[in-house]
């Protein structure tokens, strides 16, 4: 009990000083220069992942491919639902039971609870297909932007059909 003055500011140290330890301990670099295709295939976004991610929880996705806020909307009407959903369920089940004696409907229930409830239904899948193809649309374009900033070209080949009917195979390069 003598020593109770002086606990507090030690753990308050020793906290202080492991979460600056951490912080000092970064990882080895084996190869600090890596090629533009390394170093893209080391920031390079799996759209199939992002996606994945954001079905199984909002914004999480989006979080992953580089734009958080592109999948607030989406999150905004799967939330939406959700509460129409529950709300409705609730509020139908509450309004439309008056007693244990009465069977329902009872006089009091309207039909715009079912209504909620079903556009609840419809608009939490909605919105994770929303979120999930949006996700996989900001990890291409996240992709897209890895590539030009460590300028790394694009070639294909392409070929098509003239209207003649004629095959023609041609290179593709964007600069």
């Given at each position: 009990?003598?020593?109770?003055?002086?606990?507090?500011?030690?753990?308050?140290?020793?906290?202080l000083g492991v979460?600056?330890?951490?912080?000092?301990q970064r990882p080895k670099i084996?190869?600090?220069?890596?090629?533009?295709?390394?170093?893209?295939?080391?920031?390079?976004?799996?759209?199939?992942?992002?996606?994945t991610l954001?079905?199984?929880?909002?914004?999480?996705?989006?979080?992953?491919?580089?734009?958080?806020?592109?999948?607030?909307?989406?999150?905004?009407?799967?939330?939406?639902?959700a509460g129409l959903l529950v709300g409705g369920a609730l509020l139908a089940y509450f309004s439309c039971w008056e007693s244990p004696s009465e069977p329902p409907p009872g006089p009091?229930?309207?039909?715009w609870y079912e209504v909620?409830?079903?556009?609840?239904?419809?608009?939490?899948?909605?919105?994770?297909i929303w979120a999930s193809v949006s996700a996989w649309r900001v990890a291409n374009r996240t992709n897209a932007y890895y590539r030009r900033s460590l300028r790394l070209?694009?070639?294909?080949?392409?070929?098509?059909?003239?209207?003649a009917g004629q095959l023609g195979l041609g290179v593709s390069?964007?600069?």
């Open positions: 009990m003598k020593y109770r003055h002086i606990s507090a500011p030690l753990v308050l140290g020793a906290l979460a600056g330890q951490a912080h000092a084996e190869n600090p220069r890596k090629s533009p295709e390394e170093r893209y295939e080391d920031l390079r976004k799996s759209p199939l992942l992002a996606a954001e079905w199984i929880v909002p914004t999480v996705g989006h979080d992953y491919a580089g734009d958080r806020e592109a999948g607030m909307p989406a999150a905004a009407v799967t939330g939406l639902g009091n229930c309207g039909r909620a409830a079903v556009t609840g239904f419809w608009l939490i899948p909605a919105g994770r070209e694009d070639a294909s080949l392409a070929l098509s059909v003239t209207p390069l964007r600069f």
